[in-house]
């Protein structure tokens, strides 16, 4: 299966999206809403629930489930608040010692008028700054696209998954294609060049490992993802905050580090 393959799959209207892992993987739920300084944006649903008998605070985008939904969430793609009530969450779970679970699914972040008046690229790097030294675990699944920046603030983590056709990418491949060869058309040499698959993230160490998707299947799907989460976030609050912290800085300094001609580069 190809790389555009792949990027159809996830992009196809009747894939399960972030509320419905939501709904499948956490229980006991309250949603928190809102970034405290603007509005609340719909594209992020968070708040606190259990993973199995672990208390978390979860963080999905949510590409809305028709079409007057979609539109109201920009398909997926979150403003500036949504970044913002996702940090202010993340840092009342520091506060509370509570591990963070993000599910991504976006194709970057919102790219219009309004993001940029109110200061998109901020809110991306304050997030990644800010996820790359919290004092509690966190855990990032990517469950469709993973799009840019406005994924990475929310996969700076300390455990990135993608499932199976899931993708993960600097630019979208259409972007790519465009800019690169101003040809639209040429997405799929587009999303062969860019290596977005999730085998090319685990080959590449930005991604733990691939969960398998089972649609037919998806409560025992999600059953087999929250085992694996679970186990994970059990080692990780068993860890000493310096040793947490350590961990995360070395899992991000080692990608990109490569050998050529018997000698290791980056």
Same mark, same amino acid.
Request: hydrophobic letters at 40%.
């Given at each position: &299966?190809? *790389?555009?393959?792949?990027?159809?799959?996830?992009?196809?209207?009747?894939?399960?999206?972030?509320?419905?892992?939501? =709904?499948?993987?956490?229980?006991?739920?309250?949603?928190?809403?809102?970034?405290?300084?603007?509005?609340?944006?719909?594209?992020?649903?968070?708040?606190?629930?259990?993973?199995?008998?672990?208390? @978390?605070?979860?963080?999905?985008?949510?590409?809305?489930?028709?079409? +007057?939904?979609?539109?109201?969430?920009?398909?997926?793609?979150?403003?500036?608040?949504? %970044?913002?009530?996702?940090?202010?969450?993340?840092?009342?779970?520091?506060?509370?010692?509570?591990?963070?679970?993000?599910?991504?699914?976006?194709?970057? !972040?919102?790219?219009?008028?309004?993001?940029?008046?109110?200061?998109?690229?901020?809110?991306?790097?304050?997030?990644?700054?800010?996820?790359?030294?919290?004092?509690?675990?966190?855990?990032?699944?990517?469950?469709?696209?993973?799009?840019?920046?406005?994924?990475? *603030?929310?996969?700076?983590?300390?455990?990135?998954? &993608?499932?199976? +056709?899931? @993708? %993960?990418?600097?630019?979208?491949?259409?972007?790519? #294609?465009?800019?690169?060869?101003?040809? #639209?058309?040429?997405?799929?040499? !587009? #999303?062969?060049?860019?290596?977005?698959?999730?085998?090319? &993230?685990?080959?590449?160490?930005?991604?733990?490992?691939?969960?398998?998707?089972? /649609?037919?299947?998806?409560?025992?799907?999600? $059953? =087999?993802?929250?085992?694996?989460?679970?186990?994970?976030?059990?080692?990780?609050?068993? &860890?000493?905050?310096?040793?947490?912290?350590?961990?995360? %800085?070395?899992? /991000?300094?080692?990608?990109?580090?490569? =050998? =050529? +001609? $018997?000698?290791?580069?980056?």
């Amino acid at each position: &299966m190809t *790389a555009y393959d792949r990027l159809k799959i996830v992009r196809s209207s009747d894939r399960p999206q972030g509320h419905d892992f939501v =709904e499948a993987l956490f229980t006991d739920r309250f949603e928190l809403c809102g970034d405290r300084r603007f509005a609340e944006d719909p594209a992020i649903m968070a708040g606190i629930g259990y993973l199995g008998d672990q208390v @978390v605070t979860y963080i999905a985008i949510d590409k809305g489930k028709d079409l +007057n939904d979609r539109m109201k969430k920009h398909f997926g793609c979150p403003l500036p608040e949504g %970044y913002r009530k996702a940090l202010r969450l993340m840092k009342q779970a520091e506060k509370f010692h509570r591990p963070v679970v993000c599910l991504v699914d976006t194709l970057g !972040a919102y790219p219009g008028a309004e993001g940029e008046e109110r200061g998109q690229g901020q809110a991306i790097a304050e997030n990644i700054l800010e996820m790359m030294g919290l004092r509690t675990p966190v855990l990032s699944v990517v469950i469709g696209e993973g799009g840019s920046g406005g994924a990475l *603030a929310l996969a700076s983590a300390d455990r990135v998954y &993608m499932l199976e +056709n899931a @993708v %993960y990418s600097v630019i979208t491949p259409d972007g790519c #294609a465009s800019i690169l060869w101003k040809d #639209a058309s040429r997405v799929q040499d !587009a #999303a062969a060049c860019l290596h977005i698959t999730a085998q090319d &993230m685990v080959d590449f160490g930005v991604a733990e490992d691939i969960f398998r998707e089972d /649609f037919d299947r998806f409560d025992k799907m999600c $059953g =087999e993802i929250k085992t694996r989460l679970l186990c994970d976030l059990h080692a990780l609050c068993a &860890m000493s905050v310096p040793r947490l912290l350590e961990e995360r %800085y070395n899992r /991000f300094r080692r990608i990109g580090i490569f =050998e =050529e +001609n $018997g000698s290791i580069r980056q």
